[in-house]
């Protein structure tokens, strides 16, 4: 399965701050067998989030784009809704099951504003920005993801186990 990395972030952008959440998403990535395709950091805007975004998935230049960033209450934190705005279908149990996990870490948790949806054949998922963070969601969801990337790929079509 092949996986784009996009990271929000102002300064990470304007080369004021190293992304270290986008690296911990491509190590457990291709350590659960994904391809890496790309790896784009983006200020956090609105309009440019929401065109990579629609870009990868009617491209097809991706299966999953996993992104790191912009999920808080900042004024400029705007990844879940440039995520709704490519939306064809929502995926809302991923995201809140990244923070009902979360919360047994940090109450903190309830305040990502994380989304996650479909659009064409590509899940979008929104991870945290904190390196941390990103590390406990994306362990806790990854086995799950690809049997449902399976079924949207039409790999599969067996939900029961």
Same mark, same amino acid.
């Given at each position: ?8 972030? /102002? ?5 004021? *701050?190293? /992304? ?7 190590? $457990? #990535? ?6 890496? #395709? ?5 200020? %956090? %805007?609105?309009?440019? @989030?929401?065109?990579? $975004?629609?870009?990868?998935? %009617?491209?097809?230049?991706? %299966?999953?784009?996993?992104?790191? !960033?912009?999920? !808080?209450?900042?004024?400029? /934190? ?12 929502? #995926? ?6 990244? *923070? ?7 109450? *903190? ?24 963070? #990103? ?13 449902? @990337? ?12």
């Amino acid at each position: 399965m092949r996986v784009a990395v996009i990271t929000s972030s /102002d300064s990470g952008y304007a080369g004021k *701050r190293e /992304d270290v959440s986008g690296p911990v998403i491509e190590e $457990l #990535v291709q350590a659960a067998g994904y391809e890496v #395709v790309s790896k784009t950091i983006l200020p %956090d %805007d609105y309009e440019a @989030l929401k065109n990579a $975004l629609a870009g990868i998935c %009617d491209n097809k230049e991706a %299966d999953l784009i996993l992104t790191t !960033g912009g999920t !808080g209450f900042s004024p400029r /934190d705007v990844m879940p809704e440039a995520t709704a705005a490519v939306a064809e279908r929502m #995926v809302p149990g991923i995201p809140e099951a990244m *923070r009902a996990y979360s919360m047994q870490f940090t109450k *903190r948790a309830m305040l990502s504003r994380a989304a996650s949806c479909i659009r064409k054949q590509t899940l979008i998922v929104n991870l945290p920005g904190s390196p941390k963070a #990103v590390r406990e969601c994306l362990e806790y969801i990854l086995p799950e993801l690809n049997h449902g @990337l399976e079924i949207l790929l039409g790999k599969t079509g067996e939900c029961a186990r």
